[in-house]
């Protein structure tokens, strides 16, 4: 069995698509939830505090999230480029 060392660029360009649909999908959840908590009908300071938290921590949380993900199909595409460029 031959050895492989490298990539084949159109599936880490696919792989990459993917992340960045990923990140999306938790861009649209931040946004669907955000508006379900605000018309949930809840008062008093749990309330408050729950929504003080996912308006700050939980969202920068999923938004941190969203970026990694972008972040790693930035990094793919640019591996598969360098792999075209080198098969070139």
Avoid: C
Avoid at 9 to 18: F, H, S, W
Avoid at 50 to 70: H, I, K, P, Q, Y
């Amino acid at each position: 069995m031959a050895s492989f060392i490298g990539q084949i660029p159109e599936e880490v360009d696919a792989l990459a698509t993917d992340f960045d649909a990923k990140a999306g999908d938790i861009d649209t959840l931040i946004s669907a939830l955000t508006s379900k908590l605000g018309s949930t009908t809840w008062v008093g300071n749990d309330h408050t505090r729950f929504e003080g938290d996912w308006n700050s921590t939980l969202t920068t949380s999923l938004r941190n999230v969203a970026g990694s993900l972008r972040d790693a199909a930035v990094l793919a595409r640019g591996n598969a480029q360098q792999q075209r460029d080198a098969s070139a």
